[in-house]
Structures are given as C-alpha cells and as structure tokens.
C-alpha cells in the first residue's frame, strides 16, 4: 500500500485498529467513536485495520461483531477494513531494511539462555530488559544455521519527548526501551513492527488510542525515525492517547461494572446507538455543560482539546437517563421494530407502532418498552402477576362485572367516552378513580403498571377489553350482562 500520508497532503487520518479476540468493548468503542469524529470534524479520512495477527486467539466472530457493533453506532469508515495478517510480508520487508541499513541486528540468544538472563536479573531486582548481549557481535560466532530473531538497535543515549495531544509533553529516556524483537525466529513479525508498518502506510497522521498504549509509542518512534533516515517520509505522527474508562468505583472498568460489550448495552440493557454515541463521547469529553449532543452536533464540535486527562467513570443510570431522551425523540415505527423483534413471532408492528407514544413515555430502555408492551399480546387465560391477582379480591371482581355492563353498551371506544363512562361508574360507587383503575389494570394487563388505563382499553380495542375483564369479573356480576 502506497503511503498518503497527512504531512504530504494535509489530510488528517486516523486509524481504529481492534484485536478481533472478543466482543467490541466499550473503551474500544469509544476509541473509535474519537477516531471518527476527529477525522470527520477536519474533514479527513477515518480507517479501520483489524490486527488479527493472533492467530490462536483471532476470530471470524469476533470479526463480526466488532464491524457489526461498529455499523450500529453508526460509525462509517472511508475504506474497507484493512488485515494486519494479509500484511506479514511488507512488515518483514521492513526489518530486513532496518536490518541491512545497522538499524537492526540478528540475535541467536536461546530461549535457555534469556531465561538465564531473566533470572539474573531477578535476583538482582533489576529491571527485566535484554542486555543487547548480540547487539555489537559478529553473527558469524553463532553456530551455523543457528535460528535468529531480528532485534532493533535503539539508541541508548539521549531521550525522547512527545508532544502527547491529550496528556501533554511526556519524557522517557531512550535507555529505559530495550532492544526488542522485530521479527521472530519463524520469521513473523511482532506487534510493535506490524502497527508501525500499517500506520505508516496507511498514512495515519493522528494515533488516538487508550493511554495505556503510551508507553508504546516511546518503542514505535525509533522504527519510525530509523525508517525515515533510510527511505525519507516516514514522519512522526501526533500522538493522543486517552485516558482508560473507569467504573464508578474507580477500578478500571470490567464485566462486575456491568456488560462491557456494545452488543450488551444494546441486547441486555436495551440501549439505542445514539444514546451509546451520545454517552461515549461525553465520556471523557466535553463542551460546555452540553449533554445531549446529536452526531451533526459532534462532527462540529469535537476536537482534541475537548478530552480530559483524568479517567472518565462510567455511569449506568445516567446512560440510562440519556437512553430514556433518545427513546422519547425516536421515530414511533423504528421503536416498534426494535421492540417487535424482542417480543418475538406474536408481535404486531402495526399496534406497537399505534402504542408507542403512550409506551415510550416513561421507558428508559427498549426492553421496557418490550416488557410494558407485552399485555398487548397476551393469550387467554391471562397470566397474572402476585401483585395483580391481589388486587381482584371478591368486592374487585364484583365491580369489574358491573363496569363490564357499562362498558357492553358502549360504542364510542374512545379514550374521553371510556374515561366519562369509569368516572361516573366510580362516582354512582362513591369511589376514587384509582380503587377502580388498579382492579381493572390488573384484569387487562395482568400487571399492576401500564400505560394509562384508557390507553389501554383504546388499544386492545373493545372485544379484547371486555374478554380480559368478564375473565376476571363476578360470575355472580357477569349475569347482568347476559
């Protein structure tokens, strides 16, 4: 791949580059949410390369659930993703550059003999770091046809700075990063050699990623900057490096906190993708006292000034909050597919979509709306709940028969004639609305919450309404009506 990179054209680009070992997690998911907006806000590209060089660990499902999260939040990338293992090749043609221009040396040490060295250094309390012990030696004293891995010759004196984006000017000196290993002895190359290779080709002018990648790129920059005194064109990258997302114990977040994985804030807390992309990015960025963002608003707003140095904690109620905004702006029909699919086969689109604005009022998730949608769809004989069958005690029952009398006359299904005929039925009872609405909730929907009782009654239609309630009616009662 041939290098675009930004200090030759101006473009900005960034680059998402996920280890398809698991689910997308909600930190990885918040990389990429910066990556995209940064590039969108200047008009750049955002890329996405898959290091899949983890053969043993690197799954075809992982894979797919990492673009498929990707796509639900809604982030688009400008070419199709790129696999780090489709490149072994190019990144090993890059130490063998840095081989034969002195950047790089052949090293024959043992695994007998580093682990040797290791335990030296332990007994020592020593810094565990290779002793570059093949660093100056001539490779004709190792054994013929001895196996090597190819180690890079960083400069051990003097130190390196980076103008670190998010963190600041950060200092490591040069003796601290030891020689590492490039390509192994089977010829394949490491982590650190691939993603300096790929960024560099792909022309990533901007590396946004967690903070705990710091210290790496004090081990990627002499790759760059040895590269770049052999061929010209490799130039340094601005690095930011954001800070981890924490729970709100402060411990660094993990399953305990809740589900980590996109997949799980949309499956088992019923969160919609603007809510998640709203929430990630106020996730340690911020404008103003700005909460509800939309993805226009972002685009426009976002830079890298905009991200804190501290840990941002991860707050599920006001993720929940948020959801329950999104829920309330989103389009009725769109909401009814979504719940649609979690009540399953008996679901019908067309009366969820007809319920919605009375479902969604108070849900802050859209398994809510599929639990307080579920009455809907009830089978003969209702299901109650404990606390619903406590309410049809025989005095309930009694006025329930007596409701449905009134109720059989009536041909103005509407919410005002239905509401008029329950207040004056409650009334001639001398009762407060309320006594009579729990017993009938309980008889129509099985449950002691729903949506406002009339509301109800509207949309089962009459047949249903009355069917539920002479089931839980007086039979004594039920005589009247015959």
Known sequence: MASDSGSKTGEVVTRFAPSPTGYLHIGGARTALFNWLFARHHGGRALLRIEDTDKKRSTQDAIDKIIEGLDWLGLDFDEPPIFQSDRAERHAEVAHKLLEAGHAYKCFATPEELEEMRAEQRANKQPMRYDRRWRDRDPAE?????????????????????????????????????????????????????????????????????DDHLNNAFRQLPIIRAMNAIEGDWPDPIYAHVPLIHGNDGAKMSKRHGAVGVEGYRDEEGVLPEALFNYLLRLGWGHGDREEITKEEA???????????????????????????????????????????????????????????????????????????????????????????????????????????????????????????????????????????????????????????FDVLVLLGKEESLLRIDAQASPAGNELND
């Open 142 to 210: 190792a054994p013929d046809g001895a196996p090597f891995v190819i180690r890079l010759k960083v400069p051990t004196e003097g130190e390196n700075t980076i103008a670190d984006a998010v963190q600041g000017s950060v200092t490591v000196k040069n003796g601290e990063i030891d020689d590492y290993v490039l390509l192994r002895a089977d010829g394949t190359p490491t982590y650190m050699l691939a993603v300096v290779v790929d960024d560099h080709d792909m022309g990533v002018t901007h590396i946004i990623r967690g």
């Open 299 to 453: 685009i426009d707003l976002f830079d890298l000034d905009g991200v804190g140095k501290g840990p941002a904690r991860f707050d599920i109620k006001k993720l929940q909050n948020l959801n329950g905004h999104y829920i309330r702006e989103a389009d009725d029909a769109r909401l009814a597919g979504i719940v649609a699919e979690k009540v399953g086969p008996r679901a019908d689109v067309a009366l969820l979509t007809e319920a919605m604005p009375v479902l969604k009022t108070r849900a802050k998730s859209t398994n809510e709306l599929a639990e307080s949608a579920a009455f809907l769809f009830a089978t003969h004989p209702l299901d109650l709940t404990d606390k619903a069958a406590g309410l049809l005690d025989d005095q309930a029952r009694e006025r329930l028969a007596g409701l449905s009398k009134l109720l059989h006359l009536q041909n103005d299904w509407t919410i005002e004639a239905l509401e008029a005929t329950t207040k004056s039925y409650a009334e001639d009872l001398e009762l407060g609305l309320g006594k009579l609405a729990q017993p009938m909730r309980a008889a129509l929907t099985g449950t002691t919450t729903s949506p406002g009782i």
